[in-house]
Each structure stands twice: as structure tokens, then as C-alpha cells.
């Protein structure tokens, strides 16, 4: 028996699982690295399916119904490389879409849907597409799905924000309103234009509540909504405005 094997010997099982159980899965396979034992527990079901049912919440409650499912670490695994995949076909669409450094409020809504097709958890979102190397575009459909759609606190939200170091990124939002009537003529379209941070739009910091004019689209009385990033033109807009 070596060292490392000897000093696990000493702890109990039990312990032992709680420890490999409060670690993340990149410290979980370094730990298997350590030796025989530690790859024992980083092999055990009892470690991957509460890593599991943390990441994939709901698809857990589908599995779980099997009581003779076994094999969460490899599940864990495929599922990961699936959650990949997906995310790259929705970063690919995004891209596709705002070649001009914008993007319509229809495909940036294709993109969230998508993610609630998939299921995507908020690891997912935090691992795949919070990240810094990202069009903030690609952030923003993060940061909409986890508070529209998972209804995630603000507060965990922005700290995932922080902590990937993507909480400053700015995103322009632009959209025009359907004139009112006054006296049975109708007004002027009204526009508007809110240059806003992440984490503005994850702690709600705004007048406008620019994040449910994302979320509704361009139904009823606002004709249209574009998303940019900060500094960007848009040749639609530009046209618009100057008619």
C-alpha cells in the first residue's frame, strides 16, 4: 500500500464520500489522481449522482424514476459532452446572426428557447457561455434564460457574472413604440435606447425594465427591438432614425 492509500485508510468511508461530494468535478479528478482509493470514490455512484441532480435538475427527476439506473459518472459525462455540443450550435447561430455586431430581438428569443429545449442547467449556462472570449450577444442569452426561464435569484446570478469576470460588459437596446392616440390622431412612434451592463440587467437597475422588453419581444405596441453591442452601428437603425 502506498502513502496516499495509507492516509485514506485512515478515514472513514463515509468521510470520505462527504469530502469527494463537496468538491467540483475538475477537484474531483485530480483527487482520482492521488491514488487507488481516490479513483475508487471518483468511480462511485454515490459522488456523480448528486453531481448530477445539481447540474441537470429536471432530467434527474426522469431518471431517478428507474430505481435500477446505475452508471451516473458515465451519464454525467455524456450528458456534459451533449450540453457542449448544443451550446455550440446556439453560439454558431448567435454569430450567424449579428455578423453586424447586432442582433434581432426574434433571434436572440430562437436562442433562449433553444436552451429551454435543451434543458441547460445553470452550470451549463456559467461553463459554456459566461464566458469572457464570448460576443456579449452570447452573455446575454445566458444571463436572460437564467432569470426568465430557470427564475434564478439576482443575487446568484450576478455573482456568476463577477466571478467569470463578464459582470461590466454593456449592451445597447434599442426599440420603437407604437405611437398613442390622443383625440383620435395617433402620436409619433416613440424610441427608445438604454445603454445597460450585465449586471445592470441582472439586478434590475433600470428604469425602463429593459430585460422584459427582451423577454416580450416585438408584440403589441413595440414594433421592433434590436440588441447591440456598446459602440456598434446598425445601418437598419441608422435608416430609421433618419426618416
Not at 25 to 49: K, N
Amino acid at each position: 500500500m502506498n502513502q496516499s492509500d495509507h492516509t485514506y485508510s485512515s478515514i472513514h468511508n463515509d468521510v470520505a464520500l462527504k469530502i469527494a461530494s463537496a468538491l467540483t468535478v475538475s477537484d474531483l479528478s485530480s483527487l482520482s489522481c492521488c491514488s487507488r482509493v481516490w479513483r475508487e470514490i471518483w468511480d462511485s455512484d454515490c459522488v456523480w449522482e448528486p453531481l448530477f441532480k445539481q447540474r441537470w435538475p429536471l432530467l434527474y427527476e426522469e431518471i431517478v424514476k428507474d430505481p435500477n439506473f446505475k452508471g451516473w459518472k458515465g451519464f454525467y459525462i455524456k450528458q456534459h459532452k451533449e450540453m457542449r455540443d448544443q451550446a455550440e450550435s446556439i453560439i454558431k447561430f448567435v454569430e450567424q446572426c449579428s455578423k453586424s455586431e447586432s442582433l434581432q430581438v426574434n433571434d436572440h428569443l430562437k436562442a433562449v428557447e433553444c436552451l429551454k429545449s435543451m434543458r441547460f442547467g445553470f452550470e451549463d449556462v456559467q461553463m459554456l457561455l459566461f464566458k469572457p472570449k464570448l460576443n456579449v450577444l452570447l452573455n446575454l442569452v445566458g444571463l436572460h434564460y437564467c432569470l426568465n426561464i430557470l427564475r434564478l435569484p439576482a443575487s446568484d446570478v450576478k455573482e456568476a457574472l463577477e466571478s467569470n469576470e463578464i459582470s461590466d460588459r454593456q449592451v445597447h437596446v434599442k426599440w420603437w413604440k407604437l405611437g398613442r392616440w390622443f383625440y383620435g390622431f395617433r402620436m409619433r412612434d416613440e424610441f427608445h435606447s438604454r445603454c445597460l451592463s450585465l449586471v445592470d440587467l441582472a439586478t434590475l437597475k433600470d428604469d425602463a425594465d429593459v430585460l422584459g422588453v427582451l423577454h416580450r419581444g416585438a408584440i403589441h405596441e413595440v414594433l421592433q427591438v434590436q440588441i447591440s453591442i456598446v459602440n456598434s452601428t446598425s445601418s437598419l437603425w441608422l435608416n430609421q432614425s433618419s426618416q
